[in-house]
């Protein structure tokens, strides 16, 4: 009796081709004196300057405007701030009001999700292995010393996934 690879035509015993749901990504990196952004295939990032008093629809309306010719399925925005449950929970400090609530999956008109940008951008170096992300930037309110982090924070649970899960929060392992 021979088997079947796993992954094939059982009639054939040939590979069958892979669905993919691959989708191109823009990505978004908000800053306190650009905007700057890049998409799956291309290969140099665009900007646009940003400052005290850009708000969310200006931010939206200058990323359309650099990207017109480029394609992309999603967006991912990285929040130079406290994000929670997939949008900003503060207002940032270095931009105009208006991000807490604001609707980015119709001004963009696709799906879209949200992170710090200090977490987007530890992420985005990531190659392989075990990734171990501490963001103690402001968005965070670090607290005064290592011995409060690992106290107060509970970081052993936090570091399980079982700890991870129960506080809701995404890791990469």
């Known amino acids: 009796m021979s088997r079947v690879k796993r992954g094939a035509d059982s009639s054939t015993n040939k590979a069958i081709p892979l669905k993919t749901n691959r989708r191109n990504v823009l990505v978004v990196d908000v800053g306190g004196t650009s905007v700057k952004v890049l998409a799956t295939g291309q290969d140099e990032p665009r900007k646009f300057p940003s400052g005290r008093k850009m708000k969310p629809e200006q931010m939206v309306s200058g990323v359309k405007e650099i990207v017109g010719d480029w394609k992309y399925d999603v967006v991912t925005i990285g929040y130079p701030g406290l994000v929670l449950r997939g949008g900003p929970a503060k207002e940032p400090h270095n931009l105009a009001p208006g991000w807490v609530g604001f609707d980015f999956k119709s001004a963009f008109g696709c799906p ?15 190659k392989s292995g075990l990734l171990l992300f501490l963001g103690l930037g402001p968005a965070s309110a670090p607290p005064s010393s290592m011995r409060d982090i690992w106290y107060r924070w509970n970081w052993p649970t936090f570091l399980t996934r079982t700890g991870r899960t129960r506080i809701s929060l995404a890791c990469a392992v």
């Open 112 to 126: 879209v999700k949200i992170l710090n940008d200090a977490a987007m951008q530890a992420l985005g170096s990531y």
